[in-house]
């Protein structure tokens, strides 16, 4: 099968799973709450990537689906009562056809006019819950999600966390690597000429946007859990394009760089806020970087610094 | 193998770096917009939030330790806010968090107040729904909130016997909630005032054209409303062209009669204009206050000094006062202490319920006039509006 994982690959998932699965030990509430935000931002940005990465297409809208899957999770367990169950796999559900609907529409279009309308409507997705106040609180954010019982401590909802973000990328890693995902590939590549060998690329484009909005609603959702509370700057452009940048610093031609970029960004921007308040000026560096330096990123760095050094040997 | 191991240790030292911390102080997290468009409210609050501190400290600190403070930027964002009130607790290891502006930032916090176990006194954030449906055991208000504010509007419209009213606010959380109280503050003191209109603007609007020509047009006699900062100035610039101050009076919310406003607005500041705020330099009703205001006014370099330091100041002084109390700074026993609480502040006496967690924080009404050798306009007279609803 193609999207068999190679060897050190996988062995490099397990040491780095079973190394989170330690942390708690640790009896340190700041490593396991910054570990939790990590995972969820890891999950966010790999599902990114399927749009970016693997279609060729950049989406300006991807909190979108963050943030739906975020407040129907929370408006669920919480106003409705739902139990988790039933809660989080229909918060998937709705963040999937979203993207589905939003995707019929976006993929008449290609470049930046399909980025543009991404941008559209997922501001228009922030303006629902913004103006929508019974039902999402608006600017108030939906603040005291119920969490179910089995979940609510740090480290059993790090465990969760961890083992619903395995769980995702694995199966985001067998999307990204099977006959459809190796299509995609091909429609990133040459457009028309995938195409011209029979390939529906309208649907294929669908079918990544579906995929990458779905697995944004599981960060969402677990997120709004891992928050007690969902708010509406969730679904804001400047969301969107965290995660853009998250997956663009770690390099969007590689499965893995996304999350390395979004632990990365995430760790950057954490302790930059603890020793200076000109994150945004840093996070602007760190574009301006990317954008002139490393345009594969992280990975891709670290794959020309091994060619360098064989090359010297 | 190896790898887990070394990943062990590796983590293992990142925790005892970070888990290393010596409780020999009393740690204070402090959460304000201090960078950004929010810094300009968010910079005077900690002018006062240090200055309560050097306060407590000079006077033997709480309970005999030095008080220390952690602040972060809140970035007027929530989930940032409540991002970094967590870091604060599992990180810094404060044992008390106060702070935040926005209704949505205030309620972000005290969800992790009430998550952590860890008290917080929120010294700006107005929603209601803090201390009614959010309310929780470790929340704690010490500003006003929109229902005070409506009942105050509400007894000027009586006073002044105005009949018809338009009211305008902002599309978000604080103006809905204002609207909601101004209602119920008319159908309590001037049930025969009737609502001509109501009109929303957009939060960071620039353009009030369309809705001055509709309230120009409605003949209400009186415009109540709490468009704030910016959105007033830009308000009162669009509609005095109109006459629309000649012809109504205008009794606002949202604190446009703090210095901050008039004394930025300057001979711009509108006539008929009545409106509210925590605190001002140049009136000194209440013992206490000149001290206060002479040592802002050294610390922050101006003699006419901001009303938003008052707040962070109060914050603080309820910190000090709930630990001697509670002869702890445990959680449990900081609520218990909080709760019923009263303080002597510059800016009068405050005590917090201890059904609801509020502070009665009364507000200065009144006036906006010009003044003799003034060149921006006073509130005068000035009058306290005690917090009371019964």
């Given at each position: 099968?193609?999207?068999?994982?190679?060897?050190?690959?996988?062995?490099?998932?397990?040491?780095?799973?079973?190394?989170?699965?330690?942390?708690?030990?640790?009896?340190?509430?700041?490593?396991?709450?910054?570990?939790?935000?990590?995972?969820?931002?890891?999950?966010?940005?790999?599902?990114?990537?399927?749009?970016?990465?693997?279609?060729?297409?950049?989406?300006?809208?991807?909190?979108?689906?963050?943030?739906?899957?975020?407040y129907?999770?929370?408006?669920?367990?919480?106003?409705?009562?739902w139990?988790?169950?039933?809660?989080?796999?229909?918060?998937?559900?709705?963040?999937?056809?979203?993207?589905?609907?939003?995707?019929?529409?976006?993929?008449?279009?290609?470049?930046?006019?399909f980025?543009?309308?991404?941008?559209?409507?997922?501001?228009?997705?922030?303006?629902?819950?913004?103006?929508?106040?019974?039902?999402?609180?608006?600017?108030?954010?939906?603040?005291?999600?119920?969490?179910?019982?089995?979940?609510?401590?740090?480290?059993?909802?790090?465990?969760?966390?961890?083992?619903?973000?395995?769980?995702?990328?694995a199966?985001?890693?067998?999307?990204?690597?099977?006959?459809?995902?190796?299509?995609?590939?091909?429609?990133?590549?040459?457009?028309?000429?995938?195409?011209?060998?029979?390939?529906?690329?309208?649907?294929?484009?669908i079918?990544?946007?579906?995929?990458?909005?779905?697995?944004?609603?599981?960060?969402?959702?677990?997120?709004?859990?891992?928050?007690?509370?969902?708010?509406?700057?969730?679904?804001?452009?400047?969301?969107?394009?965290?995660?853009?940048?998250?997956?663009?610093?770690?390099?969007?031609?590689?499965?893995?760089?996304?999350?390395?970029?979004?632990?990365t960004?995430?760790?950057?921007?954490?302790?930059?806020?603890?020793?200076?308040?000109?994150?945004?000026?840093?996070?602007?560096?760190?574009?301006?970087?990317?954008?002139?330096?490393?345009?594969?990123?992280?990975?891709?760095?670290?794959?020309?610094?091994?060619?360098?050094?064989?090359?010297?040997? | 193998?190896?790898?887990?191991?070394?990943?062990?240790?590796?983590?293992?030292?990142?925790?005892?770096?970070?888990?290393?911390?010596?409780?020999?102080e009393?740690?204070?997290?402090?959460?304000?917009?201090?960078?950004?468009?929010?810094?300009?409210?968010?910079?005077?609050?900690m002018?006062?939030?240090n200055?309560?501190?050097?306060?407590?400290?000079?006077?033997?600190?709480?309970?005999?330790?030095?008080?220390?403070?952690?602040?972060?930027?809140?970035?007027?964002?929530?989930?940032?806010?409540?991002?970094?009130?967590?870091?604060?607790?599992t990180?810094?290891?404060?044992?008390?968090?106060?702070?935040?502006?926005?209704?949505?930032?205030?309620?972000?916090?005290?969800?992790?107040?009430?998550?952590?176990?860890?008290?917080?006194?929120?010294?700006?954030?107005?929603?209601?729904?803090?201390?009614?449906?959010?309310?929780?055991?470790?929340?704690?208000?010490?500003?006003?909130h929109?229902?005070?504010?409506?009942?105050?509007?509400?007894?000027?419209?009586?006073?002044?016997?105005?009949?018809?009213?338009?009211?305008?606010?902002?599309?978000?959380?604080?103006?809905?909630?204002?609207?909601?109280?101004?209602?119920?503050?008319?159908?309590?003191?001037?049930?025969?005032?009737?609502?001509?209109?109501?009109l929303?603007?957009?939060?960071?609007?620039?353009?009030?054209?369309?809705?001055?020509?509709?309230?120009?047009?409605?003949?209400?006699?009186?415009?109540?409303?709490?468009?704030?900062?910016?959105?007033?100035v830009?308000?009162?610039?669009q509609?005095?062209?109109?006459?629309?101050?000649?012809?109504?009076?205008?009794?606002?919310?949202?604190?446009?009669?703090?210095?901050?406003?008039a004394?930025?607005?300057?001979?711009?500041?509108?006539?008929?204009?009545?409106?509210?705020?925590?605190?001002?330099?140049?009136?000194h009703?209440?013992?206490?206050?000149?001290?206060?205001?002479?040592?802002?006014?050294?610390?922050?370099?101006?003699?006419?000094?901001?009303?938003?330091?008052?707040?962070?100041?109060?914050?603080?002084?309820?910190?000090?006062?709930?630990?001697e109390?509670?002869?702890?700074?445990?959680?449990?026993?900081?609520?218990?202490?909080?709760?019923?609480?009263?303080?002597?502040?510059?800016?009068?006496?405050?005590?917090?319920?201890?059904?609801?967690?509020?502070?009665?924080?009364?507000?200065?009404?009144?006036?906006?006039?010009?003044?003799?050798?003034?060149?921006?306009?006073?509130?005068?007279?000035?009058?306290?509006?005690p917090?009371?609803?019964?």
């Amino acid at each position: 099968m193609g999207w068999n994982m190679p060897r050190g690959v996988l062995i490099s998932c397990i040491v780095v799973v079973t190394a989170l699965a330690l942390v708690p030990l640790a009896d340190s509430r700041y490593l396991i709450d910054i570990s939790t935000e990590i995972l969820v931002y890891v999950l966010f940005a790999l599902s990114l990537n399927v749009i970016i990465g693997y279609s060729g297409n950049v989406s300006f809208g991807h909190a979108a689906y963050f943030a739906i899957g975020g407040y129907a999770n929370a408006i669920l367990l919480t106003t409705y009562e739902w139990p988790l169950i039933l809660s989080f796999p229909t918060a998937v559900v709705l963040s999937g056809l979203a993207a589905a609907f939003v995707a019929y529409f976006c993929t008449r279009l290609t470049d930046i006019y399909f980025a543009m309308l991404t941008l559209a409507f997922a501001m228009l997705v922030w303006a629902i819950a913004f103006k929508w106040r019974s039902v999402t609180g608006g600017d108030d954010g939906f603040v005291g999600v119920n969490v179910p019982e089995f979940i609510d401590g740090r480290a059993p909802f790090f465990y969760f966390t961890l083992v619903i973000v395995t769980i995702s990328s694995a199966v985001l890693w067998m999307i990204c690597h099977s006959a459809f995902g190796q299509t995609l590939v091909a429609v990133r590549e040459n457009i028309t000429r995938a195409g011209f060998i029979g390939v529906n690329t309208r649907l294929m484009r669908i079918g990544a946007f579906v995929v990458a909005g779905s697995f944004a609603g599981i960060a969402g959702a677990i997120f709004a859990m891992y928050n007690r509370g969902v708010y509406t700057e969730s679904a804001f452009w400047t969301e969107s394009a965290q995660v853009l940048i998250m997956t663009l610093l770690g390099g969007m031609y590689s499965f893995f760089g996304p999350a390395i970029g979004a632990a990365t960004l995430y760790l950057l921007e954490r302790f930059a806020n603890e020793y200076t308040q000109y994150w945004p000026t840093v996070l602007g560096v760190i574009l301006l970087v990317i954008v002139l330096v490393l345009p594969e990123g992280l990975v891709g760095l670290a794959k020309r610094v091994r060619e360098r050094l064989a090359g010297g040997n | 193998m190896g790898s887990i191991l070394r990943t062990t240790v590796v983590a293992a030292a990142l925790v005892a770096a970070g888990a290393s911390v010596v409780q020999a102080e009393i740690r204070i997290g402090v959460l304000y917009p201090i960078a950004g468009t929010g810094a300009v409210y968010g910079t005077p609050a900690m002018h006062g939030h240090n200055m309560g501190v050097d306060e407590v400290n000079a006077a033997g600190g709480i309970l005999g330790q030095k008080v220390v403070t952690f602040a972060r930027d809140t970035k007027l964002k929530p989930a940032a806010a409540a991002a970094a009130a967590k870091e604060l607790i599992t990180k810094e290891d404060v044992q008390i968090l106060i702070g935040g502006l926005s209704s949505a930032v205030g309620l972000a916090i005290s969800e992790v107040a009430r998550q952590e176990g860890i008290v917080y006194i929120a010294t700006i954030p107005k929603t209601i729904q803090m201390t009614t449906k959010k309310l929780h055991k470790y929340v704690f208000r010490t500003a006003s909130h929109t229902d005070f504010e409506g009942d105050a509007i509400g007894q000027l419209v009586k006073k002044l016997g105005k009949k018809s009213v338009c009211d305008i606010q902002l599309d978000y959380a604080y103006g809905h909630d204002l609207a909601a109280g101004i209602e119920k503050g008319l159908a309590k003191h001037a049930p025969d005032a009737k609502k001509v209109i109501d009109l929303r603007s957009k939060l960071g609007a620039t353009d009030y054209n369309a809705q001055i020509t509709q309230i120009l047009g409605s003949g209400c006699d009186v415009v109540t409303s709490g468009l704030w900062g910016s959105h007033f100035v830009n308000f009162a610039q669009q509609a005095g062209p109109f006459g629309l101050f000649d012809k109504v009076t205008y009794i606002s919310g949202g604190e446009i009669a703090s210095h901050e406003i008039a004394g930025k607005m300057g001979k711009d500041y509108p006539k008929n204009v009545i409106s509210n705020t925590y605190e001002l330099w140049y009136d000194h009703s209440f013992p206490g206050h000149k001290k206060f205001q002479a040592d802002l006014a050294k610390r922050s370099g101006k003699k006419e000094t901001a009303m938003w330091p008052v707040l962070a100041y109060i914050g603080v002084k309820f910190v000090a006062a709930a630990a001697e109390k509670a002869g702890s700074m445990d959680a449990d026993k900081l609520s218990a202490a909080l709760e019923g609480m009263s303080i002597d502040t510059p800016v009068g006496k405050r005590t917090i319920d201890p059904k609801t967690h509020q502070a009665d924080a009364g507000q200065f009404w009144g006036p906006m006039v010009k003044k003799d050798g003034v060149d921006y306009r006073v509130m005068s007279p000035v009058t306290f509006f005690p917090a009371k609803l019964d």
